[in-house]
C-alpha cells in the first residue's frame, strides 16, 4: 500500500487522500492517466510515458498546466516518499471539479491530479512469466479512441472478469472482422513461424500506442536482431503461431501458452519471448529517481 499520495499539491497519507465527489472524472471518466515501471530506483521510459500522457491531456484538451519539469519533480519526490525501488507509478489527471453537467464546464476548471507509487514483486511476475498465461477472447466494445490512455476502462472491466471466471490471465478484443486488437491491459504480440514479431499497428480505431511496445519495436527488437511487423492478426492466426505474448508496463513482457484454450506452439513459454523479457531492462531507456 502507497504511503503518501500526491493529490493537487498536497502530499497526503493515504487515508486522508481524496478528490471531491464532483470531479469530473468520477461522474463521468472525464481523465487520462498513466502507469510506469519503477526497476531498481529507476523510471522506466519515462519521457515516452510522459508524452503520452500530455497528448491524451492535450487531444481532450484539459487545462493542464504542471510542466514537464515539475511532474517529474513530484514524482521522483513520491517515489521516495514511499520508499519504493521496485513497482509502478499512477498519474491521473481529471477535468477537474465543476456541477454535474455533461458539456465541459464553463469557465473552465483547473485539472485534479494524483499521483501514486505501489511497491510490485518482482518475483511474482517473474514466476508467473516462467509458466505464462492463457487468454480468452471476447468482442471489441469500446469508445472508438483507444488510442487515448483514458479512465473509460469499463470494457476492459468486463473483459478481465470474463477472464478471471474462465480462469484465464487476460482477455483479448476481437474487432468485428475477426482480428485481434489488444487486451484488456496490454498490447498483444505472436511471434512467426520465421521467427517475425507480429502486432497490430497504432490508430484510432485499432489499439493503445503502448510505451512497453514501442521499447520492444525500437530498442529492444532491433539488439536482438528482431524483425517486427506492424498488422493485424485474426484469433486462428494467433491459435497457430509459434508463440504469442502480451506487453504492458506492469507485465514488461509475459508470454500466453493458449488462446480461447487452444495451446500455442509446444503450450509453453518460447525461446523469443523469453529473451525479450529478459533483455528488457538492458535495452529500455530509465532515468534515475
Known amino acids: 500500500m502507497a504511503r503518501v499520495i500526491y493529490v493537487n499539491g498536497r502530499y497526503l497519507a493515504y487515508q486522508r487522500a481524496k478528490v471531491h465527489v464532483e470531479d469530473r472524472g468520477y461522474q ?14 529507476y523510471l522506466v521510459e519515462l519521457e515516452w510515458h510522459l508524452d ?20 517529474l519533480h513530484v514524482v521522483r519526490r513520491i ?15 481529471t477535468r477537474g471539479v465543476s456541477p454535474r453537467q455533461h458539456g465541459f464546464p464553463n469557465p473552465v476548471e483547473p485539472a485534479t491530479i494524483v499521483i501514486i507509487a505501489r ?9 508467473l512469466a516462467l509458466d505464462g498465461v492463457s487468454v480468452v477472447t471476447c ?46 491491459a496490454c498490447n498483444a504480440w505472436i511471434v512467426g513461424h520465421d ?9 484510432h480505431g485499432d489499439i493503445l500506442p503502448g510505451v512497453t511496445r514501442k521499447s520492444l519495436i525500437f530498442r529492444v ?12 492478426f485474426t484469433v486462428e492466426e494467433a491459435q497457430n503461431a509459434l508463440e504469442a505474448f502480451n506487453t504492458a508496463a506492469i507485465i514488461l513482457v509475459m508470454p500466453v501458452t493458449s488462446v480461447d484454450g487452444i495451446p500455442i506452439g509446444s503450450g509453453c513459454p518460447g525461446d523469443t519471448v523469453q529473451s525479450l523479457r529478459s533483455a528488457f531492462h538492458r535495452f529500455a531507456s530509465v532515468t534515475k529517481v
Open 195 to 203: 521467427g517475425t514479431l507480429i502486432t497490430r499497428p497504432v490508430g
Open 221 to 232: 527488437a532491433p539488439e536482438l536482431g528482431l524483425r517486427v511487423e506492424e498488422r493485424a
Open 52 to 71: 503520452r500522457l500530455y497528448r491524451s491531456i492535450e487531444c481532450l484538451d484539459i487545462l493542464f498546466t504542471m510542466s514537464r519539469e515539475s511532474l
Open 79 to 93: 517515489v521516495r516518499l514511499n520508499y519504493v525501488v521496485n513497482g509502478h507509478v499512477y498519474i491521473q489527471v
Open 119 to 127: 511497491h510490485g514483486d518482482i518475483a511474482k511476475c517473474d514466476k
Open 28 to 41: 463521468f471518466s472525464d481523465s487520462v492517466y498513466e502507469v510506469f515501471e519503477v526497476w531498481n530506483g
Open 139 to 184: 468482442p471489441d466494445i469500446r469508445w472508438g479512441r483507444v488510442d487515448l490512455k483514458t479512465t473509460a476502462l469499463l470494457p476492459n472491466v468486463l473483459a478481465k472478469e470474463t477472464a478471471f471466471k474462465k480462469c484465464a490471465g487476460e482477455a483479448w478484443f476481437v474487432d468485428k472482422n475477426g482480428y485481434v486488437t489488444e487486451g484488456s
